[in-house]
Nanobody, 121 residues
Framework: QVQVVESGGGLVQTGGSLRLSCTVS????????MDWFRQAPGKGREKVAC????????FYARSVEGRFTISRDNAKNTMYLQINSLKPEDTAMYYC??????????????WGQGTQVTVSS
């Protein structure tokens, strides 16, 4: 069974940094493109970043480009999201997702439970 688990969220002041982690088990991790999504209260789901199976290709939403960095360590079955220069509008539940078929999909088949990021003014 595919298991996806996020960690690293927390309460941070504006301008601070966090590193989110996502560990995947039950599959060959190298076969899966990976994605980060977020959902803020009262808003829809937003695709934040994507990374291809090898890490050669990445995508960032315009709202986070220049501040967020997605990476992966296939030897550890783990994907990361380094978040710098946090803004209050970054406050959201952040979700990790995996997709064997499609890079940067809008609807990956496998999701984690989410980790909360809260940014104070």
């Amino acid at each position: 069974q595919v298991q996806v688990v996020e960690s690293g969220g927390g309460l941070v002041q504006t301008g601070g940094s966090l590193r989110l982690s996502c560990t995947v088990s039950g599959v060959t991790f190298d076969d899966y493109a990976m994605d980060w999504f977020r959902q803020a209260p009262g808003k829809g789901r937003e695709k934040v970043a994507c990374i291809s199976r090898s890490g050669a290709s990445t995508f960032y939403a315009r709202s986070v480009e220049g501040r967020f960095t997605i990476s992966r360590d296939n030897a550890k079955n783990t994907m990361y999201l380094q978040i710098n220069s946090l803004k209050p509008e970054d406050t959201a539940m952040y979700y990790c997702a995996a997709d064997r078929q499609t890079y940067c999909s809008d609807s990956p088949p496998y999701w984690g439970q989410g980790t909360q990021v809260t940014v104070s003014s």
